[in-house]
């Protein structure tokens, strides 16, 4: 795998799931490893699937975008991003979630 793709598959999964630690791990097959990837793919997984699903399309949109478009135009997708999820029942769900000390249950809208 290229370098600077390696970083670029780091920094989305980062993004994605709020881990700093997040990125492509490596195991051989049939190993004790194995397994234990395995169990940490599921967790990101559950992880992605109980976040917000317009944020974390918003933010794949993104990252993808950034690797062909000029800093302004990088600027101006952010600042659109971030009106369409202020826009959203998914935004006062977690800020309630937060207030609350309780867990998010994110819908997509």
Do not use: N, Y
Not at 68 to 82: F, H, L
């Amino acid at each position: 795998m290229h370098e600077s793709r390696r970083g670029a598959k780091s920094a989305r999964s980062a993004a994605i799931t709020c881990r700093r630690d997040a990125g492509p791990r490596c195991a051989p097959p049939q190993s004790s490893a194995c397994a234990d990837l395995i169990g940490e793919a599921l967790g990101i997984a559950q992880t992605l699937a109980e976040g917000p699903p317009i944020a974390i399309g918003l933010i794949k949109e993104q990252l993808e975008s950034a690797w062909t478009s000029s800093v302004p135009e990088t600027v101006d997708a952010e600042a659109s991003a971030q009106s369409r999820a202020f826009a959203t029942w998914d935004l006062r769900e977690g800020a309630a979630a937060f207030v609350e000390k309780r867990p998010a249950r994110f819908l997509g809208h």
